[in-house]
C-alpha cells in the first residue's frame, strides 16, 4: 500500500508545474540573490522624510545594509550580518551580526524586494514605497553605492 502511495505521489509531481522553481534555480545558480539592492523609503519618525536603504547581497550569504536619511551631509548606519530565504514563503531575511535582530523582505521577483514589518507583514500604506530595486534590473540609473 506505502509503495502504491509513493507511486502515485511521484507521478502527480511529474504532471506538476515547475516552471517558479526551475526560474529560482536558474536564480541560484546565477548567483541567486547577489547584487545591490536601493530605496527610498517612508519614515514614521516625526520630522524625518524618509531614508535612503542600500542592500548589498554578497557571496557566502553575507549582506551589507546601508540606511542614511534624507538630509543633507546625514550620517550613514552600516549593518553586516548574514541572510537567507525561504523559497515556499518568498521571504528574504537578514539577521545582524551586531545584535541577531532581524529584517525582513518580501521577494517580488529577481529584482524587487518589499521591506516588511518584524512579523512579516506588509508595511502600512503603498507597498511600492517599501521597494528596493536591484541595481543590474532597475530601469532608472541612479545608483546608491558603497
Same mark, same amino acid.
Not at 64 to 72: H, N, P
Not at 83 to 89: G, N, R
Not at 128 to 135: G, N
Given at each position: 500500500m506505502k509503495l502504491q502511495e509513493k507511486a502515485l505521489k511521484a507521478r502527480e509531481m511529474q504532471?506538476? =508545474?515547475? #516552471?517558479k522553481h526551475a526560474e529560482m534555480e536558474e536564480a541560484n545558480q546565477a548567483g541567486g540573490f547577489r547584487g545591490v539592492f536601493y530605496g527610498y523609503l517612508p519614515c514614521e519618525?516625526?520630522?524625518?522624510?524618509?531614508?535612503?536603504?542600500?542592500?548589498?547581497l554578497k557571496q557566502k550569504n553575507n549582506y551589507?545594509?546601508?540606511?542614511?536619511?534624507?538630509?543633507?551631509s546625514s550620517r550613514e548606519y552600516y549593518d553586516k550580518g548574514k541572510?537567507?530565504?525561504? =523559497?515556499? #514563503?518568498r521571504i528574504l531575511?537578514?539577521?545582524?551580526?551586531?545584535?541577531?535582530?532581524k529584517r525582513l523582505f518580501a521577494i517580488k521577483d529577481e529584482g524587487t524586494l518589499v521591506h516588511l514589518n518584524k512579523d512579516g507583514q506588509p508595511m502600512a500604506g503603498d507597498q511600492?514605497?517599501?521597494?528596493?530595486?536591484?541595481?543590474?534590473?532597475a530601469k532608472s540609473r541612479e545608483v546608491h553605492i558603497h
Open positions: 504532471n506538476m =508545474d515547475h #516552471s519618525q516625526e520630522g524625518c522624510d524618509g531614508f535612503k536603504m542600500t542592500l548589498s551589507l545594509l546601508v540606511t542614511q536619511y534624507a538630509k543633507a541572510y537567507s530565504w525561504d =523559497d515556499a #514563503s531575511t537578514l539577521v545582524s551580526n551586531k545584535n541577531d535582530e511600492d514605497d517599501y521597494t528596493l530595486s536591484r541595481s543590474d534590473k
